[in-house]
Every structure is written in structure tokens, then in C-alpha cells.
């Protein structure tokens, strides 16, 4: 199942971690030769945004939503005679679960398409959708905004600017810019605004 619980403290983590830890592992996997409505009937009932087509066992296509509903119901055809190898998306991409989520949307966005493979040895682990990882950075951006809201000091200028760091002896406040420490947000909030403004 997709694993949306993984959020990291920023956009740049994420951007920077590895497609295994976002991926989802909810994967459908027919043969080529299969229909159009069983696939529509798995993806409903599993919640799926596409389905993998493959041949003697290797992966040879990738049919979404999209492909259906453009390639099969706004042409009139009948789902139950279509089969997936006339409407698949074929060669499927895919990378290797230790590359970035930089690296596959890089990808993504070189090919123009929404969904990529991540694969290890031949095997499918997962997919991952762009809309996932979009979902995943406005989560981060969120999670930013709540401990700015709270209380944890935001350079105006530069939001990005955040540095969270903690001094193993007693709590202080750190500096983003100049890394000096404080006792509290105001002395910190007032150095910010008197040194880095």
C-alpha cells in the first residue's frame, strides 16, 4: 500500500532522499493480453492509478487512468474488448530505489510523463507519481510552517533559510545564519533582526 507517512523536515530533504522511501508498493501488475475493464475493475478496487503490462514475466507497458478514459471510453470502444497492449505506454522508465526524488522527477519531467517505475534486479518494488511526491512537498512545506508558526524563528527574506540544529547540553537557539546561540527566541528573534536584516 502507498506510504504517505514519511514527511521530511523540508523540500530539500525530501528532494534529496531516496525514491524507496516515498514509493508505493500498491502495484498491479496484467498481462498484456489482459482487458481494459479488468484493469479498471483492479485499479477501482485497489485504489490504483495504473496498472503495469507485461509479457513472459518483464514489465513491457504502464496503462493509467488517463490512457482508459482517453483511449478507450471517449472513443466509444468497448473496455471489455480492448486489450492493454493496444492502449499501454511502452518502453516503461524506471530507476533504481537509491536514486533521489530529484533524480526521478528529473526524469519524469525529461519524458513528460506522471509515473515511474522503481525497480532493483529486474523486480518491481513500486511506482512513484509525480502527484505523490507534490503531495509529499506540500506536506513538508506545512510541517515548515507550523514550527514557524509556533514559534521557531523565520528569516522573512528567505523562508528556505530555516536551519534546525540541537546542542546535545541544554536547549539553545541557534542562528541560521551566523550559527551563534541564544537562550530565547526573543534574544535570538532580536539578533536576527539587528544582524540579519
Same mark, same amino acid.
Given at each position: 500500500?502507498?506510504?504517505?507517512?514519511?514527511?521530511?523536515?523540508?523540500?530539500?530533504?525530501?528532494?534529496?532522499?531516496?525514491?524507496?522511501? +516515498?514509493?508505493?508498493?500498491?502495484?498491479?501488475?496484467l498481462e498484456?493480453?489482459?482487458?481494459?475493464?479488468?484493469?479498471?475493475?483492479?485499479?477501482?478496487?485497489?485504489?490504483?492509478?495504473?496498472?503495469?503490462?507485461?509479457?513472459?514475466?518483464?514489465? +513491457?507497458?504502464?496503462?493509467?487512468?488517463?490512457?482508459?478514459?482517453?483511449?478507450?471510453?471517449?472513443?466509444?470502444?468497448?473496455?471489455?474488448?480492448?486489450?492493454?497492449?493496444?492502449?499501454?505506454?511502452?518502453?516503461?522508465?524506471?530507476?533504481?530505489?537509491?536514486?533521489?526524488?530529484?533524480?526521478?522527477?528529473?526524469?519524469?519531467?525529461?519524458?513528460?510523463i506522471r509515473? +515511474?517505475?522503481?525497480?532493483?534486479?529486474?523486480?518491481?518494488?513500486?511506482?512513484?507519481?509525480?502527484?505523490?511526491?507534490?503531495?509529499?512537498?506540500?506536506?513538508?512545506?506545512?510541517?515548515?510552517?507550523?514550527?514557524?508558526?509556533?514559534?521557531?524563528?523565520?528569516?522573512?527574506?528567505?523562508?528556505?533559510? +530555516?536551519?534546525?540544529?540541537?546542542?546535545?547540553?541544554?536547549?539553545?537557539?541557534?542562528?541560521?545564519?551566523?550559527?551563534?546561540?541564544?537562550?530565547?527566541?526573543?534574544?535570538?528573534?532580536?539578533?536576527?533582526?539587528?544582524?540579519?536584516?
Amino acid at each position: 500500500m502507498k506510504d504517505l507517512s514519511y514527511v521530511p523536515d523540508n523540500t530539500t530533504s525530501l528532494l534529496s532522499s531516496p525514491i524507496e522511501l +516515498i514509493l508505493n508498493t500498491n502495484v498491479i501488475i496484467l498481462e498484456s493480453d489482459s482487458l481494459a475493464n479488468e484493469a479498471i475493475t483492479l485499479m477501482k478496487e485497489r485504489n490504483a492509478r495504473s496498472v503495469l503490462a507485461s509479457h513472459d514475466g518483464e514489465v +513491457i507497458g504502464i496503462v493509467s487512468k488517463t490512457d482508459i478514459l482517453f483511449k478507450v471510453m471517449s472513443q466509444g470502444r468497448n473496455p471489455a474488448k480492448v486489450k492493454l497492449r493496444e492502449i499501454m505506454n511502452s518502453p516503461v522508465l524506471a530507476v533504481d530505489p537509491k536514486a533521489t526524488v530529484q533524480e526521478a522527477l528529473s526524469i519524469m519531467d525529461k519524458h513528460v510523463i506522471r509515473q +515511474i517505475i522503481v525497480s532493483s534486479n529486474a523486480a518491481v518494488l513500486g511506482t512513484v507519481a509525480r502527484d505523490d511526491i507534490f503531495e509529499k512537498i506540500q506536506m513538508a512545506t506545512i510541517s515548515a510552517a507550523d514550527t514557524a508558526i509556533r514559534g521557531t524563528p523565520v528569516c522573512i527574506i528567505n523562508p528556505k533559510a +530555516i536551519v534546525y540544529m540541537k546542542d546535545t547540553g541544554t536547549a539553545k537557539l541557534i542562528c541560521p545564519y551566523c550559527e551563534s546561540s541564544f537562550e530565547s527566541k526573543e534574544a535570538l528573534s532580536m539578533h536576527m533582526y539587528s544582524h540579519h536584516t
